[in-house]
């Protein structure tokens, strides 16, 4: 892990353009966090991923846009990006520096709470730790999938993710274990129908009353997400699981320039019943429909 110098308190624009170009100068792919702590929203000629996403991502694309766009896959290493005039307005409004654990070869244990840890310290191997605002970020060495929620407050952060930098941390680091590994379910089959038992039947659904900050029409949304529950429902026999994650990821892109909420939660509700319904187990559909939400950096 890198050791970046100690930020300066005088000039926040500043100090999160330096411990970006620390990180990308040891190899760690950085980009600037916006209000709320998450990516930027993706530009005009990128929403919807019109531009074709970015060429690191899931789904290789062309897409050649100078901006910080498609959250982590902006994370970059090459200073002439980072300080360039597409990025400054990013610098000066960013509230925090993140990176791409993958693209520097770690995987993140993200451990929300005092609970997590305490779980953490007791099943899986010791490693770097970094203090966050409420638990702990363990750090491997190694790659592997993310995910989020694989047990209650704790998150994988690696490929197809972000971490926020908090600093180097303390401790020696330890090469990624299976411990970590079995963590994420990566079963991508689809169940036969009837076959997996929910532990949340009743879930949210999408209505005007919880998106007072979108820019778009209800029709607009409700037809949107009608189709993309339509495309999930009909791998009945497999993918299912991927296609929500799409669905999720495409949807919250047509978010990424509102003001929110936008009511993103209650869509990815509908997505996780709607691959439920097919066979998928609950906890991978949710997974995967919260890193598509994710990846996009849309308000919620």
């Not at 209505?207 to 037809?223: K, L, P, S």
């Not at 869509?267 to 906890?283: D, F, K, L």
Request: hydrophobic share 40%; aromatic share 4%.
């Amino acid at each position: 892990m890198p050791q970046p110098a100690p930020p300066r308190r005088d000039h926040p624009a500043r100090t999160h353009l330096q411990t970006a170009l620390e990180l990308a100068q040891v190899g760690m792919p950085a980009l600037p966090l916006r209000k709320g702590k998450v990516p930027f929203g993706n530009c005009r000629t990128c929403a919807g991923i019109a531009c074709g996403g970015r060429p690191n991502m899931k789904t290789p694309g062309p897409c050649q846009c100078p901006g910080v766009c498609h959250a982590w896959a902006a994370a970059t290493t090459d200073p002439t990006v980072i300080t360039s005039p597409a990025w400054t307005t990013a610098w000066r409004q960013a509230v925090a520096v993140a990176y791409h654990p993958g693209g520097a070869g770690l995987t993140v244990v993200d451990l929300d709470n005092a609970a997590a840890v305490a779980w953490a310290r007791q099943t899986l191997p010791a490693t770097r730790t970094v203090p966050t605002t409420r638990g702990e970020h363990w750090i491997y060495r190694g790659v592997m999938l993310s995910a989020n929620q694989v047990r209650p407050g704790v998150d994988i952060k690696s490929r197809m993710s972000y971490a926020r930098w908090l600093g180097p941390g303390a401790g020696p680091l330890a090469d990624l274990s299976s411990a970590v590994r079995v963590l994420v379910d990566r079963e991508e089959t689809t169940s036969a129908r009837g076959a997996v038992v929910s532990s949340s039947p009743a879930r949210a659904e999408w209505d005007r009353t919880v998106a007072t900050g979108c820019r778009h029409t209800e029709r607009y949304i409700r037809t949107g997400l009608q189709r993309g529950l339509d495309m999930v429902r009909s791998h009945t026999e497999s993918g299912a699981g991927s296609q929500a994650f799409g669905v999720a990821r495409f949807l919250a892109s047509q978010h990424a320039q509102c003001p929110g909420p936008c009511g993103l939660d209650a869509i990815g509700q509908q997505i996780i019943a709607a691959a439920v319904s097919v066979g998928v187990p609950e906890a991978y559909a949710e997974r995967a429909v919260t890193n598509g939400l994710e990846g996009v950096g849309a308000a919620t």
